[in-house]
Structure formats: structure tokens, C-alpha cells
């Protein structure tokens, strides 16, 4: 076999095939900030699944501990958590115990062929005990799971964006928004590229940079636009004044509200949110010994305790006096059971009162995809990327596909059939 047909082109030649243009210096920077950016989301995006998945998994064992169960009812969900549970246990208990060691000799030996027998015996005995004494427990553990369960519905941080569910579906808008901007970093974005097929290959490179820049257009108005909203109708900013039409004329009409306004309204009601969850987190801090404890969440704090904790603070920075004072108990009342969870002065309550904040979630998504576009236009600018409408698979799998036609210089032709197989597969 010729060098020709047994040696891969070197770099150089194999670059100018592609008409790849030369990279530029000043792009440098902006690759490093590319890659570190999306290594960053990259832990982000693991951060996020795991605790989503503890956070169901929290949420689903306390809703099927706190589950009553009465004889003939049809409410078993106890009942068969319980038998999962126990099931898991004492098969995992059983499995350690009894599995064959390497101390225990040959695997291929009889005698620890008769020890694996004995243990998937045992264990899958242990798996049926603990899924049929479910029934003898089917309430152990009700009152205390039911307490901490309610107390973190109802009193404490996560009471304030909408319990176990509500962070649920915002670690779930979270993931959605992370997983979009690596997209974008990798160019693995949603996009009609017919266009680009079928025009001259000169011409490809700036179609796309046009509709990656439309597309970053796109994201920054609604960036905008889901700011704007979420002040007007979760901050009760106002969208329009009243305002006089013309000099003189004395007629009224709408005009709308500056800008600065409604964002100093909405920075005034984050500043006042955040100073009910660092309050929250207060008594938190208070209350979680106690639950834990088994004691009763709505019952362990007394008048004076809360009038202590009420006066730890400066409430009448961020609410009117006559409605801090209200929260005050009187002293008629000292001595009765106090629940520990904030309350804005002036309203009935602040449950869910964090979901306003948290809708920022989606717009700041926005804004990072939006910048992500305009870092994508200056690394093609730049020459560290290249637009390539026929490629199918991102640039890892191109690149794995690559390295494996170089590790086979012997049979090029069988490797790149291999390669094309499995880009078909």
C-alpha cells in the first residue's frame, strides 16, 4: 500500500480541504470563555438532576409515610410504599449478608456454586418478607411523617414557592433553560437549515450568522418582555400614569409609566421577599430541632417567643409600621400556640410568595441563550467554529469518528466504512 493510501493527511492539508479560514488571535479568549462557560452548565445541569431526584424522592416517601390506612379503605398507598421499602431493605440486608467472597474460594468451584445458591435463596426470600409485613406497619411512622411533611408545606422556606412541587418545577425550568443554552454553545440548536443546503457554500457562514443574530434578537426583546411582565402583573407595578395631553389642554389620558419606575418597584418587592425568606430561614432554624424531634410544628412557639423573634429585625424598612405592628400578638393572647411562618404585614399570608421572584428564572434564561448566540457569531467570525449545514452529528462525535479512521492506517477504506455504518446507526 502506497503512503497515499496507508497515511491520513496531515493537519494542514485536511484543514484547507475543509476551506477552513485561519483562526483568528482575538478569538482566543472568547473560545476559553466558551468552553468554561459551558463546563460550568454542564455541573450545573448534574447539581440540578440530583436534587431534583432527591426532592421527589423526599416528596414521594413523605406522601406515602403520612398516608393513613384503615382497614377496607382503598387508600393503599402507604400500604405499598411501606412494601417497597421493606422490601429494599431486607433484600439488600440479606444480599450483604450472604453473598460468596472471593476468600470463599473458586467461583468455579461447587462449593461456592452451593453458597450462590444459598444466597439468591435467601435474598429473594428476604424481598417477599418485606413486601408481605407491609401490612403489620402500614401506619408506622404516620403521625411523624405527617408532621414534618405539613411543616414543610406550610412553614418553612419551601412554603414560600409553593412547597416540595413548586421547587420541583422550577429545578425543572431551570434544567429546560440549561440544557437550551449548551445547545446553543454547541450548536445544537433547533434550526431549519434547507436554506443553507442549497445556496453557495460562501454564502453559508453569513446566512447563519443572519439567523443566529435574529435569533439572539429574539431573546433579548423577550428577555425584556418577561421582565416588563412579571413587574406589572406579579409586583403590581404600574403600567400606565395619568398623564396630560398637550400644554394647557387639561386633558387627561394614559401615558405609559417610565421605565425606571416599574423596575424600582420591582426591586423594592424582591428586597421585601427576600427579607421574609431570611426571616423564614430564622425560624426555621428554630423549628427544625423540633420537628425532627416529633414535636408538633404548629404548636412548640408561644406568644412572647414570637414577639422576641419579631423585634430581631427591621420589619418597618420594608413595611409600613401600623402593619408590622399588627403581627404583634397582643397580650391577651400570649399564651397560645403560635405558627412559625412570616407573614407580609398587610396580607393574609406569604405562601408561594417567592414563585414571583423565581419567574425571573426565565427571562434570565433567555438573556444567557441570547448571549450565547452572540458568542457563537464571533467564534465563527473569529474561525474557531466552523458552519457546517451537512454535519449531522456535533463536533465530538465527528471528532471520535475521526480519531478512529487514524488509529487504522492499515485499512483506511474498512474504517471509514465502519465510521459510516455507524453515523447511519
Known sequence: MSDSQGKRPPPESHAASLDEPPKQAWGEPLMRLDTAW????????????????????????????????????????????????????????????????VSDGDPSSEAWKKKDVVHQAVTTAAVFAGLLVARLWANGGNEYASNL??????????????????????????????????????????????????IPKRFVAPVAILGWAAAAAVCFMATWGFIDGISVTKFDAEAFTACVKGE???????????????????????????????????????SFPKVVAGQAYEKWMKGPEWNEWMRGASW?????????????????MLDQAKMPAVSAPGASGAAGLLIRDLDFILPFGLLV???????????????????????????????HLEDKVASEPHDLGGAASASATEVAS
Open 149 to 198: 411533611r405539613a411543616w414543610i408545606q406550610n412553614a418553612s422556606v419551601l412554603m414560600l414557592i409553593g412547597g416540595l412541587r413548586g421547587l420541583v418545577t422550577r429545578l425543572t425550568l431551570w434544567l429546560a433553560l440549561l440544557g437550551a443554552s449548551i445547545a446553543t454553545s454547541r450548536g445544537k440548536h433547533i434550526n431549519i437549515d434547507v436554506a443553507t443546503r442549497f
Open 38 to 101: 459551558t463546563a460550568l452548565e454542564n455541573r450545573l445541569c448534574v447539581w440540578v438532576i440530583v436534587g431534583e431526584i432527591a426532592v421527589l424522592c423526599l416528596w414521594v416517601s413523605l406522601a406515602g409515610l403520612s398516608s393513613f390506612y384503615a382497614p377496607g379503605s382503598a387508600n393503599i398507598a402507604g400500604v405499598v410504599y411501606r412494601a417497597i421499602v421493606g422490601a429494599a431493605v431486607l433484600g439488600t440486608i440479606a444480599h450483604l449478608a450472604t453473598r460468596p467472597k
Open 248 to 286: 394647557g389642554e387639561g386633558q387627561g389620558h394614559l401615558c405609559d409609566t417610565p421605565i425606571g419606575d416599574r423596575l424600582a418597584k420591582t426591586k423594592a418587592g424582591i428586597s421585601s421577599d427576600l427579607f421574609l425568606l431570611g426571616r423564614q430561614a430564622s425560624l426555621d432554624l428554630r
Open 369 to 399: 441563550i441570547g448571549l450565547k448566540f452572540v458568542l457563537r457569531i464571533l467564534l465563527v467570525l473569529s474561525g474557531h467554529v466552523r458552519v457546517d449545514p451537512d454535519s449531522a452529528h456535533g463536533d465530538d462525535e465527528t471528532k
Open 316 to 332: 418597618t424598612d420594608h413595611f409600613p409600621k401600623e402593619g408590622v405592628d399588627s403581627l404583634i400578638v397582643p397580650e391577651g
